[in-house]
């Protein structure tokens, strides 16, 4: 299985990125229950026929699509090792809790965070937003609504986010019983950054019209074009309004340690609490989002609760607490640390920075190329390592769409898509540490080849 897999790696490009699955290989998938068991030889085969084929392709150099990334080697031997130990990390003592705390402390460390901070792995940023989201709601209304319901007070919180922020945050609001309603969607400045002067003037109207402005999400790297919110000035008006500063930088925030980059995040270290992805930038294998709180006692405050099965010792296996379970909704809880904890010791912050300020070049040169292309139009600013393009002509929607869809079935290279206010775009997010100019150079050509093509098929069919 070693042997196979890593001969997958280390062969990706010559593969395609991406392919769907063929209607014998689904079939598979469609079989009752086993009563009894198959050889492990057999099972593997068919994951390697079956499975492996007809993955998204993150892996490959070629992906561009959404902000996804590669994974690496090291993460993956620690996922095994992991496994192995089958650590359940919900608490107790044991050095499982420990490596986590260890990477809590780096985290502190690299944001500038207090010794006191607090932070724990959840599957991923949409559920780190949502937790830090929570506490801030713990903070403006008391501990107490824990036991008495949002509906017990008179008070109705009110958050503020930008246009470009993810639509976590909207999920946050709704899953946290505030209601989408309440949260406020600030326009973006042409730099599609959240635009201060008009969150001032919305947090004014709402303190006149009785609501009660509680929750400031900036965010790090937005999902459409990779911009930074001016992350001081968000604090400044988190401070003077007594809101609670929440970033959302899940992949962004690792730019922290690109050190040409990471001057643009200044502001971060006033957050009150920060959610980002180490399975992105950092290239861990999914999953592992992390949430970091300031005040780790509001962070406990908001989730601990007491069990008689869960109860603490001072020594002895119940031993440790605080645990991870007590700063979020999960009780058993896999190894995530694990896997993190050897990709940073491994590579080392210094190269795992680099890697990030390699893709933020790849995207300039793309950039680049896209200019000097007459076929080609750029349709965002390219801040950090995503570029927004699209192939011009009539139909430019259905053109780029359709452009996608054929890059993405070239095996070539594989963008997404997203709406810009100018129209639908080809979304290049350069994620992963495989991705070179060579796989660049094979988007521009691609687009320009299949954008022809297909700009030939829609004058053809009018
Ligand atoms: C990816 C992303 C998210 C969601 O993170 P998941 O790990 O997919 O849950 C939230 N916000 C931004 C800016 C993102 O890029």
Known sequence: ??????????????????????????????????????????????FKQNILP???????????????????????????????????VGGRDQMPVEVERQ????????????????????????????????????????QDTRKLGLHEDQRQLVAYTSAGAHACIKQAMDLAGIGTQHLRVIPMSTQFELDCEALRTQIQADRAA?????????????????????????????????????????????????????????GIQRADSIAFDFHKWLQVPYDAGFILVRNGQLHYDSFAAAAGYLRREQRGMAAGSPWPCDFGPDLSRGFRALKTWFTIQVYGAQRLGEVIQQTCDLAQYLKTKIEAEPNLELLAPVSLNIVCFRYRGSQSDLLNSRLAVALQESGIVAPSTNILPQGLAIRAAIVNHRTNAADIDALVSTALRLGAQIVEELAASK
């Not at 299985?1 to 001969?7: G, V």
């Not at 990125?17 to 068919?46: I, N, Y």
């Not at 990779?226 to 309004?241: H, K």
């Open 103 to 142: 990477i809590t402390r780096w985290m502190a460390e690299l944001f500038e965070f207090p010794s006191t901070a607090t932070g724990i792995f959840v599957t991923g940023a949409s559920l780190a937003n949502l937790i830090g989201l929570w506490v801030a709601k713990t903070k403006a209304l008391g």
């Open 210 to 266: 009785g609501f009660t402005p509680f929750f400031l999400a900036g965010t790090a790297g937005t999902v459409d074009v990779g911009a930074i919110d001016d992350l001081s000035q968000l604090a400044d008006i988190a401070e003077e309004e007594k809101l609670w500063f929440h970033v959302d930088g899940a992949f962004g925030a690792m730019a922290i340690l690109a050190p040409n980059i990471a001057h643009r995040l200044r």
């Open 54 to 88: 007809y993955a998204i392709g993150n892996a490959h150099p070629g992906f561009m699509g959404w902000v996804q990334g590669g994974g690496n080697p090291v993460g993956m031997l620690a996922e095994m090792l992991a496994a192995g130990v089958n650590a359940n």
């Open 1 to 46: 299985m070693l042997d196979d897999i890593f001969d997958y790696m280390q062969n990706l490009r010559e593969g395609p990125v991406w392919q769907s699955a063929p209607a014998d290989v689904r079939q598979q998938f469609l079989q009752p229950l086993p009563r009894q068991g198959q050889s492990l030889e057999k099972t593997h085969e068919s």
